[in-house]
């Protein structure tokens, strides 16, 4: 089955503690990215990496930071978590045909206390 | 900067009726446009896509929606509401330049409440 896996699915943690949210797709797709969903504000994107080792800012990276030594996997690093990455999280991956539509993962629901 | 509206945070339908979850965007150029579904504790799901073509779209258990170019409108529809449809709905624009980053931009969502 085509899927996208990401871990954990919640997350309670202490503000300043690494923490690592892993994200794995099996479409072989070269695209992945990172979005973070808060009430009223939609998805906003916070990282993408168009393919193996080549990873780009998206719209609200601050905080945040990204790997892709592999093609299926695209963890999401927060280095020292503050209470305002407090959100839920979705990894995406598509193709990068044009009209390629992405698939998401089930959330990480994060809360930084 | 291509951006999205929702205007309605929530839409109220009994079910059998027909149901239309409202988009408007701002995009340069011809735009790539998306409808995702969120059910509770899940992910998001693509529901259909209009990337050119015909203006009617038809997509997933039974959704269509209508682009107009001319109002940049990509409407959600669905002739009879189902209990099961009530969820949180995104509508996205893409960007559609090849070298660009292919962020989805999304609208803030609409809440479907199907009443039975």
């Known amino acids: 089955e085509a899927q996208v896996t990401q871990n954990p699915r919640y997350l309670i943690t202490v503000t300043g503690k690494k923490l690592t949210v892993t994200c794995s797709q099996n479409?072989?797709?070269?695209?992945m990215s990172w979005y973070r969903q808060d009430p009223g504000l939609g998805l906003r994107q916070i990282y993408y990496s168009m393919n193996v080792e080549v990873t780009d800012k998206g719209d609200v990276p601050e905080g945040y930071k990204v790997s892709r030594k592999e093609k299926r996997n695209f963890p999401l690093i927060l280095e020292s978590p503050s209470p305002n990455q407090t959100s839920l999280y979705f990894c995406?991956?598509?193709?990068?045909?044009?009209?390629?539509?992405?698939?998401f993962g089930q959330g990480t629901r994060l809360t930084v206390v | 900067a291509q951006s999205v509206a929702q205007p309605e945070d929530q839409v109220n339908v009994a079910e059998g009726n027909p149901l239309t979850v409202k988009c408007t965007y701002s995009v340069s150029g011809n735009p790539y446009l998306f409808w995702y579904v969120q059910y509770p504790n899940r992910g998001l799901q693509f529901l259909l896509k209009?990337?050119?073509?015909?203006?009617l779209v038809k997509g997933s258990y039974g959704f269509e929606a209508e682009f107009n170019k001319s109002q940049t409108s990509f409407h959600l529809k669905k002739p009879s509401a189902l209990v099961s449809d009530s969820a949180l709905y995104f509508c996205?624009?893409?960007?559609?330049?090849?070298?660009?980053?292919?962020?989805?931009?999304f609208g803030s969502g609409t809440r479907l409440q199907v009443q039975p």
């Open positions: 995406a991956s598509s193709s990068l045909s044009r009209g390629a539509e992405a698939f």
């Open positions: 479409m072989n797709h070269e695209y």
């Open positions: 209009y990337i050119t073509g015909d203006n």
């Open positions: 996205a624009v893409r960007d559609p330049y090849p070298t660009g980053r292919r962020a989805l931009t």
